[in-house]
C-alpha cells in the first residue's frame, strides 16, 4: 500500500534553458530540483526502437543521439508542440533527460521559435506531461512562420540549379550582408526569423537561419554549441554551424564570417576565415564544442576551393592575386581575403607586399583587368596571424 501511495504525489520538474548571445554565445542554466521517483509500467527503453518522425527538420542530427525513451518524448512533443497545447505526455525523464530532449527539439527544428527557454515536467501517477512556455499567441506564430518560410523558399528557389558549395556561398554570403549582429537579449534575436526577416540576431539566429536554408536546399546541417573566444582571447558560448559538402564535414561560422562583429570596415563585404573549416583550425579560436562527425577535409574550405590559399610567396603568386583582385573588383567588391600555408610564407608575403609594396604592382596588374580605375587606388589591409590571412581593401 505504501507504494500505491506514492503514485498519488505529484512532482514537478523545472528546467530553464535561457540562451544569451554575447559576442556569440549560448548559456544554459538549468535550475536544481528534488525529483520523486515513480513506479510505472513503462517498457524496458533499452530494448525499444524509437523512429525518427517525418515532420519537423529533415535533419535531426540531435534527435539521432537520444536514447530511445528521450526519442519518444522528442516525438511526442514535436507532433502535438505545434497546436501550442498546453501540456504533451511523455515518457517519464529525469532533470538531464529533459535538458538533453528540449535542446534537441530546439537545435534541430528552427521553426520552434513560437518556444520559450522555461519548461517543466509534471507527474500525475503514472503519467508524466511535458508542460512548455510559449512566447507568443498562435496566430503571432502563423503569422512570422509564413514570413519566413516564404522568404527562405524564395530565396532557394531563386539559386536554381547550383553545386552545394554554390548553394553555400549563397547562404553564407547572402545572411552575412543582411543579417546585423546584435545582443539586446531580445527573443527574435535568437531565433531564424530575427535573421531573415528582421535582419537582426545574435550568433543562434545566424545559426539557424543557415539551418533554414540549408534544410530547403537538401544540404545536411546542423547547429553546434561551445565557447569562441571574445576580443580578450576569454572564452564566451557561441553557436555555429557543421555542414556536409561534397561528402566531408566542415566547421562554418556566419557570425564570426560577419565584418560588423570583429570590425568596421568601409566594404563590410563577408569574410570566409570560417567557411568550411576543420577541428583543427575552429579550435585555435572556438573549444569545448562536440560533434559525432569529425571535420578534417580540405577541399571545400573556401581559400582551397577559390585558389586563394598559397604555399609560397613569389611572382607567381603576385599574378595570381592580381587575377583574383581584378575579379573582385569586376563583381562589385572592394575587398580581397586570401591566406598562407605557413607563418613563415606569411611572413614573407607580408614583408613583400606591405614592407616592398608590390601590393601596388599587383593593382596596377589588376586594373588592366577590370572596367574600373585603379591607377588613383589606396589600400589598407587587415592581417589575421591565427589563420595566416590578409584581407586588403581596395579605394577607388
Known amino acids: ?49 524509437v523512429k525518427e518522425l517525418s515532420i519537423g527538420s529533415p535533419v535531426k542530427y540531435y534527435f539521432n543521439h537520444l536514447g530511445s525513451k528521450e526519442k519518444q518524448a522528442y516525438n511526442n512533443i514535436l507532433s502535438e508542440i505545434g497546436t501550442l497545447p498546453e501540456s504533451v505526455k511523455i515518457p517519464s525523464l529525469n532533470e538531464t533527460e529533459l535538458t538533453a530532449v528540449f ?34 499567441t498562435s496566430a503571432e506564430y ?24 554554390e548553394t553555400e556561398l549563397f547562404i553564407h554570403d547572402y545572411i552575412v550582408s543582411n543579417c546585423s549582429y546584435v545582443n539586446n537579449d531580445r527573443e527574435d534575436e535568437s531565433n531564424a526569423f530575427g535573421a531573415l526577416i528582421n535582419g537582426k540576431a545574435a550568433c543562434e539566429g ?19 554549441c561551445g565557447n569562441s573566444n571574445d576580443y580578450q582571447a576569454l572564452p564566451e558560448s557561441h553557436m555555429w554551424n557543421i555542414v556536409k559538402i561534397g561528402g566531408s564535414y566542415y566547421h562554418l561560422d556566419l557570425t564570426w564570417d560577419d565584418p560588423v562583429t570583429l570590425y568596421q570596415t568601409a566594404a563590410n563585404d563577408p569574410l570566409y576565415i570560417y567557411f568550411n573549416i576543420t577541428d583543427k583550425e575552429i579550435s585555435k579560436t572556438h573549444s569545448d564544442f562536440k560533434s559525432a562527425n569529425p571535420c578534417t577535409a580540405a577541399e571545400y574550405n573556401y581559400f582551397t576551393h577559390e585558389n586563394l590559399y598559397f604555399t609560397a610567396y613569389n611572382s607567381e603568386t603576385r599574378r595570381k592575386l592580381a587575377e583574383k583582385l581584378a575579379e573582385a573588383v569586376n563583381g562589385g567588391k572592394k575587398t580581397l581575403i586570401f591566406k598562407f600555408s605557413s607563418k613563415a610564407v606569411y611572413s614573407a608575403a ?16 589588376a586594373d588592366s583587368g577590370t572596367g574600373k580605375d585603379l591607377s588613383n587606388a589606396s589600400v589598407s589591409y587587415i592581417q589575421n596571424k591565427n589563420f595566416n590571412i590578409i584581407e586588403l581593401f581596395i579605394k577607388y
Open 350 to 365: 607580408f614583408s613583400g607586399l606591405f614592407d616592398n609594396q608590390q601590393v601596388y604592382d599587383i593593382i596596377k596588374t
Open 142 to 165: 502563423s503569422t512570422k512562420k509564413k514570413l519566413l518560410l516564404e522568404k527562405s523558399k524564395k530565396l532557394i528557389a531563386g539559386l536554381g540549379k547550383k553545386s552545394e558549395y
Open 1 to 49: 500500500m505504501k507504494k500505491i501511495a506514492v503514485f498519488l504525489f505529484a512532482a514537478a520538474i523545472a528546467v530553464s534553458l535561457y540562451y544569451v548571445c554575447s559576442h556569440s554565445g549560448i548559456i544554459s542554466d538549468i535550475k536544481d530540483f528534488n525529483i520523486v521517483e515513480f513506479l510505472n509500467d513503462e517498457p524496458d527503453w533499452d530494448n525499444v526502437k
Open 103 to 136: 535542446e534537441a527539439l530546439l537545435y534541430d527544428n528552427p521553426y520552434l521559435f513560437f518556444l520559450g527557454r522555461n519548461c517543466t515536467i509534471t507527474q500525475e501517477g503514472l503519467s508524466c506531461y511535458f508542460n512548455p512556455e510559449y512566447v507568443m
Open 206 to 224: 545566424y545559426s539557424k537561419a543557415a539551418k533554414v536554408l540549408f534544410d530547403l536546399a537538401g544540404i545536411e546541417c546542423y547547429v553546434i
